[in-house]
């Protein structure tokens, strides 16, 4: 008689572990989804986030480049008017950094080279004037000595008039 309970406990034991592991089944299909869902979203975060980190990067180099190369492109196009020769330009410093002290150094070349180029203006016309007096001075030199020289003829001629005439006299007498 124990027999038949036994069997039916065991069947019963059986049963119970069937339903139980096609209730844990269940439950790690569902968990395994959940995961796949909440790994599927995190990827989607996880991508959202680097495209936005990714686009932060790129703007925060656009500036930090556009930062840099204005002021080299700025030093440039002066360097290249102060090198052809246009002393004009007013520089200006803007900021205190590495490329605003090249600008201020550009500054205080392009200043002193226009001071230079003004002296040795002045000292072209300085010499222009003097050697324009000594022009005027060998122009005056040289008329006087035409004339000096005009002189000397006249006074040789009335020497040989004179001896001339002193001879005659001395022949008369």
Known sequence: DALPILKAAEDRVKVSGDNSSATI???????KAQNDELAYGSASVTLIIGAIAILIGIMVTWYITRQITRPVVHNL???ERIASGDLTASIQVTTQDELGKLTGAMG???DRLR???SDVRNSVMAVSQSASAVAAGKDDLSSRTEQQSAAVVETAASME???????NNADNA
């Open 108 to 110: 205080q070349m392009n």
């Open 115 to 117: 001071t230079m180029i």
């Open 77 to 79: 196009a002066l360097a």
């Open 25 to 31: 089944k269940q439950l790690i299909t569902l968990v």
């Open 161 to 167: 008039q004179l001896t001339s005439t002193v001879r």
